[in-house]
């Protein structure tokens, strides 16, 4: 059975056996009223209180009502006017109640939605036993001993998982393409470029090496060779160093006053090796000889004289000026 149905048969059973108590009324000017409140004004009055409203414009029956309620359309056809409205019938009742029934049930429907949302948007109590951090501990509260056997645990499977991908082969190694899509040997390439690397760093040192004179590259070679003699040599070197005492001979010093006295070597050859010219020359800033083949004839622009002049220039104002503080 239904909502509706259990409405309409408990509460909503008209009683149509029950008699209505019909009584006459005097009223000034001798009109008889067959039904006492007709309109439902007078409901609950005095039937005898005089004072009581007078319905006037009405048109009332002469005949007597019967005991038993007739249908509308008995009425109708027996004369009676209806007034106000008329009631519903048993039908439209039902259809009331089964429409208060739907909204009663779509009321509660919509409780329910409300509340279960209510409940979504609740706190939620997560189970956190099987719950693991980044870091590999486990969510919640622990001690420092267990968190730090939590994270040693997941750095050693990450490490076995290494392991096993480098003894596989790994990832491999990444495949170039050009714009036609053909592979591209990132070994030979590699290779090449650093092929032509040393080429090029072999010919800027060649360049180097051509642009220094036969000294300068006979210096250098020797200034390597005594880095290489040094790595067998000992830290601390004495008097009695035979190579040290030879090597400070060989240094020529211009306010040296025993230079005379010692033994020094023809200057017949230079350090490379060639002869060299044994006659007088112009001196340089270098203090280079000239070669064997030289013939004698300056080809300079002067420089050479001229720088020399510049510095005598300075030297005697510098004695001179120093000469005049003195004096005075």
């Known amino acids: 059975m239904s909502l509706a149905d259990y409405l309409a048969k408990n509460y909503l059973t008209a009683d149509s056996d029950k008699k209505s108590k019909k009584r006459k009324r005097k009223h000034n000017g001798g009109l008889k009223i067959d039904e006492d409140d007709i309109s439902g004004w007078n409901k609950g009055a005095d039937d005898d209180d ?12 002469s005949k007597k009502s019967k005991k038993k309620s007739k249908p509308a359309a008995d009425t109708a056809a027996a004369g009676w006017t209806t007034v106000g409205v008329a009631p519903p019938s048993h039908a439209e009742q ?4 089964q429409a208060a029934a739907d909204a009663i049930i779509s ?11 209510a409940e979504d948007e609740a706190p939620e109590m997560v189970d956190t036993e099987g719950v693991f951090m980044e870091s590999g501990a486990k969510a919640g509260l622990q001690t420092a001993a267990q968190v730090a056997a939590a994270m040693k645990k997941k750095h050693e499977e990450e490490k076995k998982k290494a392991a096993e991908v480098a003894k596989e082969g790994g990832a491999g190694e990444t495949i170039y393409r050009d714009a036609s899509g053909r592979v591209i040997n990132v070994a030979m390439k590699r290779a090449e470029a650093r092929k032509k690397a040393e080429e090029e760093e072999r010919k800027k040192l060649e360049k180097e090496k051509a642009a220094r004179g036969d000294v300068q590259n006979a210096e250098a070679a020797k200034r390597k060779q005594q880095l290489q003699d040094a790595k067998g040599l000992t830290i601390a070197r004495y008097a009695d160093d035979a190579e040290l005492n030879d090597e400070l001979k060989e240094q020529g ?3 040296d006053p025993a230079a005379g006295f010692l033994r020094r070597k023809k200057a017949g050859r230079s350090i490379t090796g060639k002869p060299l010219y044994k006659g007088a020359f112009q001196p340089n800033r270098y203090g280079i000889r000239p070669g064997h083949r030289w013939d004698g004839v300056d080809r300079g622009n002067g420089f050479e004289s ?4 510049s510095r005598n220039r300075k030297a005697n104002i510098e004695r001179m000026e120093y000469a005049w503080q003195m004096d005075e």
């Open 50 to 61: 005089e004072d009581a409203p007078t319905i006037a414009g009405m048109t009332i029956s």
């Open 94 to 97: 039902l259809a009331a109640d």
């Open 107 to 117: 009321s509660t429907a919509a409780d329910r939605q409300a509340a279960a949302a």
């Open 253 to 255: 010093r211009w306010n």
């Open 306 to 309: 001229e720088w020399f002049k």
